[in-house]
């Protein structure tokens, strides 16, 4: 019964390989993101979808490719990994209206270790 | 100037001791404020949203100055399981997006 719930919840890899990090929420929210938080902790916004339309699109290397197929899942592709993508990547998901002010609800994260 | 900037700490308290947390945001138009609460190795979660006329869940109380785009959290009478970072957070304008501040380490100690 996990709100948000992303795998894999950890991930080792080589450089220059392929990975997709999932994400579904069963909240009933519009709205889903993704998150990078770094070695040194900063937790800083990469991509959102609002049923399934892009409404955020942070200054990331387009070798990151969000998909949403529908508004409870949002999926993450990364093509050729560098050491630089090692770091915790976590989805959120919220209904974002006046009433409930944009509270966001996050998943457990995803460790990423690209060797 | 960062969106929203903390004081990284760490502030090492006694139990029973009152601490208090202090963040700074650069944009004025900012409209909604929260304190999230998040533990080693685990996800934010929401602890609570802060209210220009201040408010209170238990021990905690948020506090909002928008005149000088100050938030601020006390813990009253600390508790072991208090131990985390504590992130501001702040929703700026016309995104449906959330800023987080660098967070405020805390550690509780007996």
């Known amino acids: 019964d996990t709100a948000v719930s992303q795998t894999p919840k950890y991930l080792v890899t080589q450089m220059g390989n392929d990975k997709s990090i999932k994400c579904e929420q069963n909240l009933g929210h519009d709205t889903m993101y993704w998150y990078k938080q770094d070695s040194k902790k900063f937790l800083k916004i990469m991509f959102s979808?609002?049923?399934?339309?892009?409404?955020i699109n942070e200054t990331v290397p387009n070798r990151f490719s969000p998909k949403s197929p529908d508004k409870a899942h949002l999926n993450l592709h990364i093509n050729s990994l560098e050491l630089g993508d090692s770091a915790v990547y976590f989805c959120?998901?919220?209904?974002?209206?006046?009433?409930?002010?944009?509270?966001?609800?996050f998943g457990a994260g995803t460790r990423l270790s690209v060797l | 100037r960062k969106e929203v900037e903390q004081d990284p700490g760490p502030f090492n308290v006694p139990e029973g001791a009152t601490v208090a947390f202090n963040c700074t945001y650069s944009?004025?138009?900012?409209?909604?404020f929260f304190w999230y609460r998040q533990d080693c190795r685990k996800e934010p979660k929401l602890l609570m949203s802060v209210y220009s006329s201040g408010n209170e869940d238990g021990r905690f109380t948020a506090q909002l100055n928008r005149a000088s785009q100050y938030i601020s959290l006390l813990i009253r009478d600390s508790k072991l399981s208090d131990s985390a970072t504590y992130l501001c957070?702040?929703?700026?304008?016309?995104?449906?997006?959330?800023?987080f501040g660098t967070g405020t380490r805390l550690l509780v100690s007996p």
């Open positions: 944009n004025s138009a900012s409209q909604s």
């Open positions: 959120a998901s919220s209904q974002g209206n006046r009433r409930t002010k944009n509270i966001q609800y």
């Open positions: 957070v702040v929703n700026p304008p016309g995104f449906q997006k959330l800023v």
């Open positions: 979808y609002n049923n399934k339309e892009l409404i």
